[in-house]
């Protein structure tokens, strides 16, 4: 059964950093495309970030330049570097599975697989 559980989130303050990550399991998801979105309370879920299957990366433009999507096929793992964070970077983040081979997309309904979600707050 496929299964992606995400990790690493918590507190921080503006500025800080913290390193997501997202352990699949249940697929070869190396052939994946895979992804994260992140949604606010009262806000639709948004892309992050995205890697293929193999490593071209993505980002969304309000992230670029402070967040670095990568992936270690070995290890079942991909990654959410974020660094200079704002508040307005406060969601849940979730780690998402594409389809086998495909470019990863922007939108929510381009993924197959979803994990739980992990809180990431940015607060003083």
């Known amino acids: 059964q496929a299964q992606l559980v995400e990790s690493g989130g918590g507190l921080v303050q503006p500025g800080g950093s913290l390193k997501l990550s997202c352990a699949a399991s249940g697929r070869d998801f190396s052939i994946y495309g895979m992804g994260w979105f992140r949604q606010a309370p009262g806000q639709e879920r948004k892309f992050v970030a995205a890697i293929s299957w193999n490593g071209s990366t993505y980002y969304a433009n309000s992230v670029k330049g402070r967040i670095t999507i990568s992936r270690d096929n070995a290890k079942n793992t991909v990654y959410l570097q974020m660094n200079s964070l704002k508040p307005e970077d406060t969601a849940i983040y979730y780690c998402?599975?594409?389809?086998?081979?495909?470019?990863?997309?922007?939108?929510?309904?381009?993924?197959?697989?979803w994990g739980q979600g992990t809180q990431v707050t940015v607060s003083s």
């Open positions: 998402a599975a594409g389809s086998p081979y495909r470019t990863p997309t922007w939108t929510v309904d381009g993924y197959i697989y």
